[in-house]
């Protein structure tokens, strides 16, 4: 089967509110690199990625282009666009200018790989698996099976029910999707938005399934797919990173 088109929209919009800092968390320093640097290298390196649309903050673009894309010469970025106040909204900018244009090779019937840029841990591997995973599914999410117990709480804060941890996945990204069917759950969502019609999205698999109830795939990834939000999310990527033999560097 002829591989389709595949575009990374690395999701670098976000803030540094709970890591307690000035600097958003996507641009902090890990191993001597900014925390974005790690996924867009995987991209940069990927066989399976073709092109890249990033998101960050509409201040930050300058920044992104000159301290990031051309210091470490990142070739794959097509397009460096302004996010908004919430992450569905920036995925959705990030549709509407792959729709648009914005990329060196239009990608109309081809996958779309949702992911954050706070998580550092890509890998190649992730992509292929999520890749096959889309192309049998047409959507498909990152995910590890849970490790605790999960209690569900009452207005009370008691125990109102405990769910079989057996079924229970946290989820991760990237998320995949046929292009044209995540382009088209996203503009269905603004559509009913837009009528008055509130929808609480907590992720982009919950807009397939909420617009479309399309099954999602869950693709068992890896714990070491940590998302930075937290100093001690921090703490524990450097332990990974040395764990992984990355040098620091000065750069």
């Known amino acids: 089967m002829e591989k389709k088109r595949c575009t990374a929209v690395v999701l ?15 641009f902090m320093t890990l191993g001597g690199r900014p925390i974005l640097w790690y996924s867009l290298q995987a991209v940069e390196r990927s066989a399976i990625i073709d092109d890249c649309v990033l998101v960050t903050g509409e201040k930050d673009i300058p920044y992104v282009r000159q301290d990031i894309l051309e210091r470490y010469g990142f ?4 397009a460096v666009i302004a996010g908004w106040r919430e992450r569905y909204e920036s ?33 190649e591997a992730l992509l292929e698996s999520t890749y096959q995973a889309a192309c049998r599914y047409r959507a498909c999410v990152a995910a590890v099976p849970v490790k605790d117990t999960i209690k569900i709480a009452d207005s009370q804060g008691f125990v109102a029910q405990t769910p079989d941890r057996r079924r229970l996945w946290a989820v991760q990204t990237p998320q995949v999707f046929e292009t044209a069917l995540i382009t088209e759950a996203y503009r269905e969502l603004f559509a009913r938005l837009e009528a008055g019609k509130p929808l609480s999205v907590t992720d982009d698999a919950m807009v397939v399934e909420e617009m479309y109830g399309i099954p999602v795939k869950l693709v068992e990834a890896s714990y070491r797919n940590i998302k930075i939000t937290t100093p001690e999310d921090i703490r524990t990527a450097e332990g990974l990173l040395q764990e992984e033999g990355f040098p620091e560097i000065s750069k």
């Open 12 to 26: 670098a919009a976000g803030s540094g509110k709970r890591m307690c800092s000035d600097t958003a968390k996507q």
């Open 75 to 78: 070739r794959k970025v097509s």
């Open 91 to 123: 995925v959705w900018n990030a549709l509407r200018a792959m729709a648009e244009g914005c990329l060196t090779k239009p990608n109309a019937d081809g996958y779309a790989f949702i992911h954050d840029g706070a998580r550092p841990f890509l890998t």
